[in-house]
């Protein structure tokens, strides 16, 4: 399986492994799976680093060789990406999804046929097929 990793859930791996789900280390660890991360957690981590360090104390170049270290693979952003958010699709009714990071994430899994790992409660809301939640 190919997994992109969700911003938290590559923070976790990295650095606080205790929050991740048995679940979520055995995909992890399986040889079997290829893991991601992207470079749209790559800037986030970077805006969040230089707005709030003590509540995102790893910069971005930490993050980038952690991340790397680790073996997981960079996933850059292409134009395709950018195209697939507008195929993201929510009911009206449910809660608000104001996170862009997210999208771009949730666009380059599906344009990519890669499963996001997330533990984001409103990423299921897209009932895309494309997503684990754990």
């Given at each position: 399986m190919r997994i992109l990793l969700d911003t938290h859930i590559a923070l976790w791996a990295i650095a606080d492994t205790a929050k991740l789900s048995v679940e979520a280390i055995k995909l992890l660890?399986?040889?079997?799976?290829?893991?991601f991360y992207s470079i749209a957690s790559v800037w986030e981590v970077a805006i969040k680093h230089k707005?709030?360090?003590?509540s995102m104390p790893i910069s971005e170049e930490e993050f980038v060789e952690l991340c790397e270290n680790?073996?997981?693979?960079c996933l850059p952003i292409y134009a395709e990406h950018v195209f697939c958010i507008k195929t993201l699709?929510?009911?009206?009714?449910?809660?608000?999804?104001?996170?862009p990071f997210d999208r771009m994430l949730?666009?380059?899994a599906k344009c990519e046929n890669l499963k996001l790992m997330t533990h984001d409660s409103l990423i299921p809301y897209y009932e895309e097929s494309y997503v684990i939640s754990i």
């Open positions: 660890e399986s040889e079997n799976n290829d893991i707005l709030k360090p003590e680790t073996g997981f693979v699709e929510r009911s009206k009714d449910v809660p608000k999804h104001n996170d949730l666009a380059q």
